[in-house]
């Protein structure tokens, strides 16, 4: 929507100028865009920074859990994003579908606005997942969502370097994420579990086991905020 030819290829000569040095926020960004610079010249990646996130107290953290999902026990995934259909929301609530079977104490969150949210609330109608699959729409305290989550999820089509994926790490959260843009780049093995896009089964499953390991999810939770600390923190 934002696409306008004329603006477009003025754009371009300006990268193209050898007066004008290119900074792209992460790899599949540079990568997308090479061929507008041109061959002869490098785009440098400075990748997106974040601050770890305070945790909220006990007391507060509970309190905001009952509010949201109006349970006072069971684990909360969270997803942050616009909805919009490169974001994979339908393919999550597939896989969320599948993950509440196994585990009908789970709930998800997701945050954000757009002009696919008619239609994923039809999709969790549908699906019979009221109750446990909510829309927030847009939020003015991100960090205080992911503090009182459990897991992040995304089932992202296309990405760059995500700065809710960040954000989850900042918050200490296990996460399960499709393997697109930098993804595999941001993640090991020990700070989050990397699947194929456009595949719900794999990202039920994904999740499901982590489920199973409550030690798991921990470790890979503080293991996720220590590697954002090391290589994507704001004090590097």
């Given at each position: 929507r934002l696409y306008h030819p004329i603006r477009y290829y003025m754009e371009t000569l300006a990268l193209q100028s050898r007066r004008c040095n290119v900074v792209a926020c992460g790899y599949s960004v540079a990568n997308a865009q090479q061929s507008r610079v041109g061959r002869r010249k490098k785009i440098e990646v400075i990748p997106n920074a974040m601050s770890v996130l305070p945790d909220l107290p006990p007391l507060e953290r509970q309190k905001l859990r009952s509010s949201l999902t109006k349970r006072d026990e069971g684990v909360i995934l969270i997803t942050v994003?616009?909805?919009?259909?490169?974001?994979?929301?339908?393919d999550m609530l597939i896989?969320?579908?599948?993950?509440?079977?196994?585990?009908?104490?789970?709930?998800?969150?997701?945050?954000?606005?757009?002009?696919?949210k008619d239609t994923l609330q039809e999709q969790i109608r549908s699906?019979?997942?009221?109750?446990?699959?909510?829309?927030?729409?847009?939020?003015?305290?991100?960090?205080?969502?992911?503090?009182?989550?459990?897991?992040?999820?995304?089932?992202?089509?296309?990405?760059?370097m995500s700065m809710s994926l960040l954000e989850a790490m900042a918050a200490g959260?296990?996460?399960?994420?499709?393997?697109?843009?930098?993804?595999?780049?941001?993640?090991t093995d020990a700070t989050g579990i990397l699947v194929e896009p456009h595949n719900?089964?794999?990202?039920?499953?994904?999740?499901?086991?982590?489920?199973?390991?409550?030690?798991?999810?921990?470790?890979?939770?503080?293991a996720a905020r220590e590697h954002l600390m090391a290589h994507y923190g704001l004090e590097m």
């Open positions: 994003g616009r909805l919009i259909p490169d974001k994979g929301y339908s896989a969320f579908e599948k993950i509440s079977r196994t585990n009908p104490e789970v709930s998800l969150l997701i945050v954000g606005n757009g002009d696919l699906l019979g997942i009221e109750g446990r699959a909510f829309l927030l729409g847009p939020q003015d305290d991100i960090p205080s969502l992911l503090s009182a989550s459990d897991m992040y999820i995304s089932a992202s089509h296309r990405e760059g959260l296990p996460t399960v994420t499709t393997d697109v843009g930098d993804a595999s780049m941001m993640f719900p089964d794999h990202l039920a499953d994904a999740v499901n086991a982590l489920l199973s390991d409550p030690a798991r999810m921990k470790s890979m939770g503080r």
